[in-house]
Nanobody
Framework: QVQLVESGGGLVQAGGSLRLSCAAS?????MGWFRQAPGKERDIVAT????????YYADSVKGRFTISRENAKNTLYLQMNSLKPDDTAIYYC?????????????????WGQGTQVTVSS
């Protein structure tokens, strides 16, 4: 069983930055960040391979967000720069991905409780 605890969300003005962290216990395999805005489905933001050598980004965040992991600390990060109001959502950490850089929520076995990110215009 893997437990995930996210932190780092908050309220920021457009153009600002936030860094999300996800502390994990247990074997995490591929990990990812997803987000869900009110009334919308949970969508992929970024994923990272077990070693950290492979990454995938949604087109909407390419060039602005960076996913990374520190396996010695069993922690996943998401650095978010140049934030836009459209980035407002609950951000979820996921682990236990059964596919390399999987982008579907269904391919992840473990989820954090989510952290709210609100970007004001």
């Amino acid at each position: 069983q893997v437990q995930l605890v996210e932190s780092g969300g908050g309220l920021v003005q457009a153009g600002g930055s936030l860094r999300l962290s996800c502390a994990a216990s247990g074997r995490t395999l591929s990990m990812g960040w997803f987000r869900q805005a009110p009334g919308k489905e949970r969508d992929i933001v970024a994923t990272i391979s077990p070693s950290g050598g492979g990454t995938y980004y949604a087109d909407s965040v390419k060039g602005r967000f960076t996913i990374s992991r520190e396996n010695a600390k069993n922690t996943l990060y998401l650095q978010m720069n140049s934030l836009k109001p459209d980035d407002t959502a609950i951000y979820y950490c996921a682990a236990g991905g059964i596919y390399y850089l999987g982008t579907s929520p269904a391919s992840y076995a473990y989820w954090g409780q989510g952290t709210q990110v609100t970007v004001s215009s």
